[in-house]
């Protein structure tokens, strides 16, 4: 049993997932901080480089590397 369960496929024909807003985003910078990480969310880089990062895990999957081969 070694399928991966992401990606996912987006839910909405119109290529939105509605669970997937600013509070999701930030929640999970919180998840960091609790764990000793520095905060997200003190620039808004940060936080945008977390939600580009957790969208690319959710719905597109495989690394950098992956995705420019193919």
Do not use: C, K
């Amino acid at each position: 049993m070694d399928e991966n369960s992401y990606p996912i496929t987006l839910p909405d024909s119109d290529g939105d997932d509605r669970r997937f807003t600013f509070g999701f985003v930030h929640e999970v910078g919180e998840v960091f901080a609790r764990h000793g990480y520095p905060p997200v969310g003190q620039s808004w880089r940060d936080h945008l480089e977390l939600q580009q990062a957790l969208y690319r895990f959710i719905y597109v999957g495989g690394t950098r590397t992956e995705r420019l081969a193919s």
